[in-house]
């Protein structure tokens, strides 16, 4: 009986005047921890983006008949990078981060890539106007959209990889 009570008072030291000694997290884990959040979000709307962007293809090839061999690698690379950039963030990887901004900058440069070609054929092929089609029209909007999405994509992997990273003292 005596020894329940002895257990159920408060032990000496914890009265909130110990404050002062008490450990205080680094600013850069509180960073690192908001950075993972902001690109798990980030990397939950780039893979929407390249789901619109396997619908596009989709509708394209079943409507024309015919598939674009660039517009498929951009979304298969796409998918690899998500992948990546999940498996960087979960397990707070360096160079799985890095290659991850690397592989989702192709995927940009290769769906760019494919319209600014596209576009430029119908212009050098003797059309004065750009025709552009309901397919057309909605496969820019995504890429559109999906360049901004990089951007923030890019600023908060490389805040992430800075903040990951031991500052080195020289």
Known sequence: MERRRSIARRPSGTDGSDYSYRMVVDPRYTRVAQAKTRLSKLIS????SQLLGVLCA????SWK?????????SIIVGFGSLIIGELGRRNSRANFLKLYIVASSATAV???ERIVTRDLLK???GGST????????FEVAC????????????A???SLLQNMSPKRLS
Not at 45 to 48: C, E, F, R
Not at 58 to 61: H, T
Not at 130 to 137: A, G, H, R, V
Not at 143 to 154: D, E, H, N, Q
């Open 45 to 48: 709307l780039q893979a929407g």
């Open 58 to 61: 989709l509708l394209s090839a």
């Open 65 to 73: 008949n015919s598939s674009n061999k660039v517009f498929i690698a």
């Open 110 to 112: 290769l769906s760019l």
């Open 123 to 125: 212009l050098t092929s």
């Open 130 to 137: 750009l025709e552009f089609s309901l397919f057309n029209k």
């Open 143 to 154: 890429v559109v959209l999906g360049v901004p999405l990089l951007i923030f994509v890019i």
């Open 156 to 158: 908060t992997s490389i």
